[in-house]
């Protein structure tokens, strides 16, 4: 059953959209709050997004920003009372997959998760391999030859990072940029230090040390 989260502070809006879901076949879950939502989605579960903008703690086009730069490529609607070109621009360029102005009927709300769904079915996949390495999108799990490995919010963005460019060296640039964004310092060491967390996870050969460059994930292919 696919489990929809409601990120929405305003109870009568919540009651609404999560009725029909129900009615609909949907399994919900709600938040609040961004940091509410953000540790729901960090916890794994959830296979699309419904985002009001307006949150009581921070800009839901914050809590965007922050889902997808831990690498998740969760379908996020926005649910709206902002109808400005220059906002949705915004939520398009950050990730945003589609968008709702209130006030909407629920039929539009359903429609409009159908769709997502169906793309998301269509163009991503729900699985990556290589190299003996198994990681589930939806569920946010890994399997390593055929074991189940509790891998962090992070670690988990970082090895999906190594899978889908398995075989390519990618930089500590690039790693710090696609999985931390640009709020840390490029003279950190936490790449590093992720890197020795997933070969302790993965397998200390499944990730080299290409001198001068950065990492590659090794396929064995």
Do not use: C
Not at 11 to 35: D, H, I, K, P, Q
Not at 59 to 68: S, T
């Amino acid at each position: 059953m696919t489990n929809v989260l409601i990120v929405e502070d305003e109870e009568r809006v919540v009651s609404f959209v999560r009725r029909g879901l129900t009615a609909a076949g949907y399994a919900t879950s709600t938040a609040g709050t961004g940091r509410e939502a953000l540790a729901m989605l960090a916890a794994g579960g959830v296979e699309l997004v419904l985002l009001d903008l307006g949150l009581p703690d921070m800009n839901g086009l914050d809590v965007l920003a922050e889902l997808r730069r831990s690498g998740s490529t969760i379908p996020v609607i926005a649910l709206t009372g902002r109808d400005s070109a220059r906002d949705l621009a915004v939520g398009l360029d950050s990730g945003l997959d589609d968008y709702i102005p209130k006030p909407f009927t629920f039929d539009e709300v359903l429609a409009r998760i159908r769709a997502r769904l169906r793309d998301r079915e269509r163009e991503v996949p729900t699985k990556l391999e290589s190299g003996g390495v198994v990681l589930d999108l939806l569920e946010r799990r890994a399997k390593v030859d055929g074991h189940n490995v509790e891998l962090s919010s992070r670690e988990f963005a970082l090895a999906e990072e190594f899978l889908r460019h398995a075989g390519r060296v990618l930089s500590r640039e690039q790693l710090l940029s696609r999985v931390w964004g640009y709020d840390f310092d490029p003279g950190s060491n936490i790449v590093d230090v992720y890197v020795r967390y997933l070969r302790a996870k993965l397998g200390p050969d499944r990730i080299r040390t290409v001198r001068g460059e950065g990492y590659r994930f090794e396929s064995g292919e």
